[in-house]
C-alpha cells in the first residue's frame, strides 16, 4: 500500500507538471503572455494550498495583463482580508459595463433587453477547509483570460462572469496554513495524521466561527453584506456554490433531493432548468471520468445558502460538492484522493457551467421573466396587502430588522402617522410598511410568513427562518387600503439623543437593544449602575413616564467621581451607544417604588469566562464572543477546556457553557461547585444545560425523559435515515410563556415570546415556581416543523430555569438565544443572564429574598 501511495503521488505530480493539460485536456490556442497560476505561483496547483493575498495578487495579475478581466474591491473581513469579485467578458462588454448591467436589470420585467449578454457568478470557498474551489477559480479565470479558443471567445462575447474566488478569505487561511504546515515530503496519506485533522476550531467558519453558508439570509456579517450589495446590483441568472464533503465520497451536483425543493419558487426552475444543467454536468464528468452523484441529499429550501439566494430572485443556483482531500493526499475506501484531482472536479464543473448557461440562455431568461410574472400575481392575489411593524420601545431593534430588509431590497416605506391595525398601535416615526405588491414579493413572504408547505419531514437544516418572529418585533397584517408614506433608502442610524446635565439621577430603559452596551461601558469607565426589580411612574419634563422592570438607574450621587465628570462619561457613553439617558429630577416618583429602594440594586461588573475548544460547539461559543465584541464592545475571556484545570475560577464572575461534551473529572466540578457556593454565576446552554443537571450542579431540576417505549412495529433498514431525521428538530420557532418580573426577562413588555429551537433538550418545569423563567406554552409551535413525538416533549417544558447554589446560581437555557447572530429578540435573555446574574437570589418557596 505504501508503495502504491508513492507511485501515486510521484505518478500526480508528473501530471501536475503539465497543468493545462491534466485541467484543460480540450484547451488550445492559449495566449504565453498571460501567465498560468503556476507559473506565477512557482508551484503546481495542487502540490500546495494557495495563501488568499496570493489569490488577489494573481487577480490582480490577470486585470494588469487583461483588457478581458477587471477587479472590483467589495470591502474586507473582520481580519481585513480583502474581498474581490472579477468580472470578466470581452473588451467590447468591458466598455460598455454598466449599460449591460442597468439593461440586464431591465430585463426581469421585459423582453426588450434580451439580447444583451447573460450574467452569471461564479462562487468559492465559502467554508475555509473546503479550498479545492478557490484553486480551480484561479485556473477557471486564468483559462478564460488566456484561452483564444472560438468557443472561448463565444462565452466573453455573450457572457459577463462574475467570479468570486474566496468567499470566506479568514477561514480559507486558518485552513491553508494547517494544511500547508503539515505538509510531508514525501507525502502522509493517512488519515490519522495531523494534516488531515484540524485542531478546534478549524477553518470551515469565519473569524467569529459562523458558518457563512447560512449567512445570505441574514447579512450578520462584513463578507455576507459585502457580497449582498454586489449581488444586487447585479442580480445574476446563474449562480454557483463551490464545497466539499467527506472523502469517502464522489462529486455531487444538482438536481437536488425534490422533495426538499422550496414549494414558494416556482416550478420551472426545478423541473426544467436544474434536470437540464444536471445533463450538462454529467457529460462533463463523464468525459473526465470522475464518479457522481444527485438528487440523494441536500435541500433548497432555505434561502440563505449561496447555492439557494439566487432562486427567490429567478435565477439558478447550483451546488457542487466534491469529496475532500482534507490536505494533499489522503487514503479513502478507495484509491488515494489527491488535492490536483478535487481541484480538476471543481474546475470542470465551473467550466460545465458556464457552457451550459450560455447554451440554455433563453430558457434561464424565460425563467426569469416568468418568475416575476407569477411573484406579481401571486401579490395581486394575496389577502394581505402590506405588512406593518415596529417597536416603539425599542427603535434599535426595528431599524436593525429595516436594516436586513433592505439588504435584500425589499421595499420599506416609513409610517406617517399612527397606525391602529389588528388591536394594535404602530407609532409614526417609529414604525414602517412594506408592500406585498413589489418585485421582491418572494422575499418579503420569507422574512414575514412564519411557515411554508412541506413535501417532506427531514431537513438539512432549518425548516423556518421568518425573519420577523426573529427580533420579536411587534408586526400586523394589512388587508385594506393604505399609505406608503416616505421610502426608506438608505442604511438606518439611530440618531444621537439628547443629554440634559444636571439630574438627580438617570435612567436607561432595558427595553432598548442598546442598553446593555451602554451599561458595559458604564461600568468600564467605574459608574455605578443600579437596576429596578420594580416598576415605577417618574415625573420627566412635565410628563408622567412609565419605567419597567430593569430600568436602570445612575444616581449622581455616591459615585467615583464629581458630578460633572459623571456628566461627561454618561454624554460620551449615550452618543456613543445611542441610548436615552433620562433625567429624572427627583428620587421621588408618581408610582411603584422610589429611587432609593431598596429594590433599586446595585450591579456588579463581571468578568466572564466561556469555555471553548476541543468538543464545544464552536457555533455557539462563536456566537456569544461575536454578541459581546460586535454589539457590546465587551472583551469575554475565552478559555480552552484543557487549560480549565489551571484556571482560577475567582478571578471571574460568570462561567459560560455553551453546548459540548465536558469531560471533567469530579475534582473540577467540584472546583465549579465550590465557586458557585461563593458568588459564582454559571449560564449553560442546551446540552451543557444537560451536562449541569446530570453533575448535579442544578439542585433538583431534571430533564424530560426519553421516550423508552418498546416499538415493536418493524421498519425497513432503507427507512432508517427518513424515519429517525423527522424526528429531529432541525430548527423551528416556539412560543414561550416569560416571566418578564424575573431579572432574566427584564426589558420585555409582553410575556409572549417566540424561541427558536435546533436540539433535543427538553427540561422539566421543576418543583420552584419562582425559578421558571420561561416555559413554553400548551402548543407552542409557531413555524417550522415538530415531529409529533416530540409535541409531548416540549409542550408545557421549561426552557430557561434558575437555581441557587449557595451564594451564587445557575441559569439554564434549555435552547439557544443567541443563534446565528440574528435572534435579535432573544438576545436580552442572555445578556439579562450575563448581567444580571450575579445579584439574582434566587427565591425558594416558603423563603423570601433577601
Known sequence: MKKLLYLLFFSYLSSLQAQTEYFFPDARNINPEIPSPE???????????????????????????????????????????????????????????????????????????????????????????EPSSTEAAMLTAWYLVASNSPETQNWLNNLVILMDPVYNPDGRDRHTHWANMHKANPPVADPADREHNEVWPGGRTNHYWFDLNRDWFLGIHPESRNRLRFFHQWRPYVMTDHHEMGTNSTFYFDPGKNSSNNPLVPSFLYEHIYPLFGEHFARAMNQIGSQYFTKEVFDKLYPGYGSSYVNFYGGAGFLFEQASSRGHIQETSALPLTFAFTIRNQVTASIATIRASLAERDKLIKMRHQFYQAMAAQAKASVVKAYVFGDANDISRTYAFVNTLRLHGIEVYSVQKDLAVAGKTFAAGRSFIVPTSQENYLMVRCAFEKDIPYTDSVFYDASTWSLVYAFNMPFAEIRGAFEKGNPVVSELEKPEPPFTPGAYAYLIDLADYRAHQAL??????????????????????????????????????????????LNKVLEKVSRETRTEMISAETGLNIKGIDLGSNDVVPLKKIKPLMLVGAGVSAYEAGEVWHLLDQRIGMPVTKADVSYFNRINLHNYTTLIMVSGSYAFDKPTIDKIKAWLQQGGTLITLKTATEWAIKQGLAGQHKLVTADTLYRAKRLNFEDARATEGSRQIGGSIFEVDLDITSPIGFGYTSRTLPVYRNGSTFLQPGKNPYAIVAQYTEKPLIGGYLHPQNQGKISRSAAILMHREGQGRVILFADNPNFRGYWYGTNKLFLNALFLGPVINVPMPGNTME
Do not use: C, W
Request: proline residues 3%; without cysteine.
Open 39 to 129: 507559473t506565477f505561483l512557482g508551484y503546481s496547483i495542487g502540490s500546495h494550498h494557495t495563501r488568499h493575498d496570493k489569490v488577489i495578487e494573481y487577480f490582480r495579475t490577470l486585470d494588469r495583463l487583461s483588457d478581458r478581466i477587471s477587479i472590483q474591491e467589495l470591502g474586507y473581513t473582520y481580519e481585513h482580508r480583502l474581498q474581490i469579485t472579477a468580472i470578466i467578458t470581452s473588451p467590447a462588454n468591458h466598455g460598455r459595463l454598466e449599460e449591460i448591467r442597468t439593461n440586464h436589470l431591465k430585463r426581469n420585467t421585459s423582453q426588450a433587453f434580451n439580447h444583451e449578454p447573460l450574467v452569471i457568478q461564479l462562487g468559492y470557498n465559502v467554508h475555509g477547509n
Open 520 to 565: 458595559y461601558h458604564l461600568q468600564a469607565a467605574d459608574v455605578i449602575v443600579k437596576v429596578s426589580f420594580k416598576p415605577f411612574t417618574a415625573r420627566i419634563a412635565g410628563k408622567d413616564r412609565y419605567f419597567g422592570y430593569g430600568t436602570l438607574v445612575i444616581p449622581v450621587a455616591g459615585q467615583h467621581m464629581e458630578a460633572s465628570v
